[in-house]
Structure formats: C-alpha cells, structure tokens
C-alpha cells in the first residue's frame, strides 16, 4: 500500500459505509465506523440484486454468504397484466459462469451479512453515535480531519467518508449548498409472501401505469413489488398499506398474482417508500472528505441498481486509495471511476420514472433499460 492513509472514518453503516470500511480494512488502514442506530438496523422488504452487484459482492468476499441467505436466478419474465407471456429479458452471468445473472434476498439479511463482515475485517465499529462537528486542520489537504462526536469524544483521521444516506448530515456540512432530494412522483410498495416452486427468478406483470414484480429472496419466500405513481409525497399510514396494496393488485387478473393479493392482510410484512431521488454535482469530496452511496447519487429503484453502486463504491474508493500516491490523487481518481456510471443510473432511473407516469414510450423505456444493462455489465 502506497498511500499516506493510516486512520479513516466512516459515518453511516448502510450498503456502502459498510463496503468501505471492509476494503479499507483489508489494505491495513485502521477504520472507525459509527452508526447512529444502536440497533444498527436495516428497514424493508426484499432487495433485488443484479449481475453487477453480485460481481462487487464477490470482490468483497461476501458472496457465499448472500447465496446462503438469499436467491439466484437467470432472466426477468415479463407478462400481461392478464398473464399473457410478453418475453423474458436476459440478465447475463457478469460475476462469472458459476453465478446466476441475478437475485434478490431480504434487506435486514444482506445488512447483516456485511456487518458481519465489516467486524470479521478488524473494523471499530460504534453504535448509536454520529459526528456533531468536522473540522479540518490548516488546508485540510496537508493536514487532518477532527472530529467530534455525539457522545462527547473526539478523533483524529486522515480521511471521513460520508456514507450517511440520502438526507446525509455530512453532505449539508461539506457542501452546504448542495441540491436536496428530489421527490420523483413515484412510490413503491412492498410485501413478502411464500415462494410457489414456479417461481424461480424475478418477474413483472406490466398493466398500462401499474407494473407488478415478483422475486425470490430464498427458498421459501418471495418480495413483492409494486410501483404506483403519486403526484404528492404524502403521509400513507403504515395501518392503511396492505389494504392499499390489495387495491393495487385487483386490476391483475393474471392468477399468480391474484393468488398474491389473497394472501396480503394486516398480517403481511408491507412497506411504502416515495421514490426520491439525487446526484450531487462534481466534486463529491472536499480536501479529506468524501461522500459515497446515496449520500452523494440516490436512485429509484427502476434499474435495480442503487445499492449495487453504493457497494461499487467502496471497493473503488479503497482501490483508489490503495495505490495513490496522494489523497486528493485517489479521491479525483474515485471520482472520475465512479461519476459517468452513478449519473447514468440515477439519470436514467429517473427517465425510466418519468415515462412511466406518463404512459410514455415503451420502445424508449425497452432501449434505456438495456443500455444500462450493457453499461454496468461493463468493469468498475
């Protein structure tokens, strides 16, 4: 390892914080992650993962795990609203021949496999603390980082990374004029039901402005996911969610997923998110401090690949920093690997969106989907 690094800080223990500090970990650097969740918890249904994201799950070396708890499977079947076969997109074994080109598992168990890791890699990790103030010394670039924390101690580092989510405290106080995020006139919701043995990769049901998916997230259980345009980004009580989602549903008559909507009731594990939305203009660091994951590029869910570049980017940001002679070389490297790839998901996640609420061009929606497919298959 050539970089002056010694001490990093992490702030945020989601997909990408924990992602960095794993990597950074393994070149030798002493990490400090903190989390402001005691319970160090991960809300919501399933997750589905891509060949990409199932490639950087490789490199981290948590794979094996994933497979364990989670599903594989090849290809997206694509039906009528009725139940009419439309076509099946293919989805190509990009994280190699013995791994299936997509997946999905539940999001609190892909959180707990990394947390796992990120102890098992020598991490430090606090709970239920954050920062409350980040002073850098002299220019920043030749000095340190300061930190205070909220439970009253302090640290020093070389590097903090911002790895706090899409509402990031570290991003207001970095780059305090930074845009806000951006509500996309879209919510999707979500449920978990048993896995029918039919079932065995991810499948959607497209009606003209509701669309319908299914995906394993193990043997035994599927998540449901269903995306509904909304003009306002209101308040949906959580007691109302599976009553909402059933309405959903009823336009379905394929029989799948009517047997679906049966078997959703005040008992069923649903959630509600609006989808929002956010890219962070150029640069995403500021002398020794970086922003990663959706602190600095939040996508909708349409690619399925907003944690998929969050976890990229920590493996790109330890490999940068592995080999830079500088930090602020391994931080413009981070940037220029990582801004093309994250802005033409967010991007076109986004266009992806804005066609469907207005019925637009599907021809447009077919080509920007498989475009992206082919641009991420691509290396980090």
């Known amino acids: 390892m050539t970089t002056p690094i010694q001490r990093v800080l992490v702030i945020g223990g989601g997909f990408s914080g924990m992602t960095t500090a794993v990597q950074c970990a393994k070149l030798g650097m002493a990490v400090d992650l903190v989390e402001i969740d005691e319970g160090w918890r991960s809300y919501g249904a399933g997750i589905s993962i891509g060949g990409p994201t199932l490639r950087a799950l490789r490199t981290v070396g948590v794979l094996d795990a994933f497979f364990e708890r989670g599903y594989g499977g090849d290809g997206v079947n694509l039906f009528t609203a009725a139940g009419q076969p439309i076509?099946?997109?293919?989805?190509?074994?990009?994280?190699?021949?013995?791994?299936?080109?997509?997946?999905?598992?539940?999001?609190?168990?892909?959180?707990?496999?990394?947390?796992?890791?990120?102890?098992?890699?020598?991490?430090h990790v606090r709970l239920g603390c954050t920062f409350s103030q980040v002073a850098q010394r002299t220019d920043g670039v030749d000095g340190g980082v300061d930190v205070t924390f909220t439970d009253g101690t302090r640290g020093s580092y070389d590097l903090v990374v911002g790895a706090d989510g899409l509402y990031s405290k570290v991003r207001a106080a970095v780059f305090p004029?930074?845009?806000?995020?951006?509500?996309?006139?879209?919510?999707?919701?979500?449920?978990?039901?048993?896995?029918?043995?039919?079932?065995?990769?991810?499948?959607?049901?497209?009606?003209?402005?509701?669309?319908?998916?299914?995906n394993p997230v193990s043997q035994e259980e599927m998540y449901v996911f269903?995306?509904?345009?909304?003009?306002?980004?209101?308040?949906?009580?959580?007691?109302?969610?599976?009553?909402?989602?059933?309405?959903?549903?009823?336009?379905?008559?394929?029989?799948?997923?009517?047997?679906?909507?049966?078997?959703?009731?005040?008992?069923?594990?649903?959630?509600?998110?609006?989808?929002?939305?956010?890219?962070?203009?150029?640069?995403?660091?500021?002398?020794?401090?970086?922003?990663?994951?959706?602190?600095?590029?939040?996508?909708?869910?349409?690619?399925?690949?907003?944690?998929?570049?969050?976890?990229?980017?920590?493996?790109?940001?330890?490999?940068?920093?592995?080999?830079?002679?500088?930090?602020q070389a391994a931080l413009q490297a981070f940037q220029t690997r990582r801004w093309e790839r994250c802005r033409m998901v967010v991007e076109n996640s986004g266009r992806l969106g804005e066609i469907e609420i207005a019925n637009g061009d599907r021809a447009e929606h077919t080509r920007i989907m498989r475009e992206t497919h082919q641009s991420l298959a691509q290396p980090i």
Not at 193 to 214: D, H, I, N, S
Request: hydrophobic residues 45%; charged residues 20%.
């Open 226 to 327: 269903v995306t509904e345009d909304r003009p306002t980004n209101e308040h949906i009580d959580p007691a109302d969610w599976p009553r909402l989602l059933s309405d959903l549903l009823a336009p379905f008559s394929a029989p799948l997923v009517q047997s679906i909507r049966a078997q959703i009731g005040p008992h069923s594990r649903c959630n509600y998110r609006p989808l929002e939305s956010l890219l962070l203009p150029q640069p995403w660091f500021n002398a020794r401090v970086v922003l990663v994951g959706d602190a600095v590029h939040a996508t909708t869910p349409h690619m399925a690949a907003g944690a998929g570049i969050g976890i990229e980017d920590g493996i790109v940001l330890a490999e940068e920093l592995g080999r830079a002679a500088t930090l």
């Open 177 to 214: 004029n930074a845009p806000k995020p951006r509500y996309t006139g879209q919510g999707v919701w979500r449920a978990v039901v048993p896995r029918p043995a039919e079932v065995v990769c991810a499948t959607m049901w497209l009606g003209q402005k509701v669309k319908v998916g299914v």
């Open 87 to 123: 076509g099946t997109l293919p989805t190509p074994r990009v994280a190699g021949d013995d791994v299936p080109g997509g997946g999905a598992i539940m999001r609190p168990a892909l959180a707990e496999i990394l947390a796992n890791a990120t102890r098992a890699a020598g991490v």
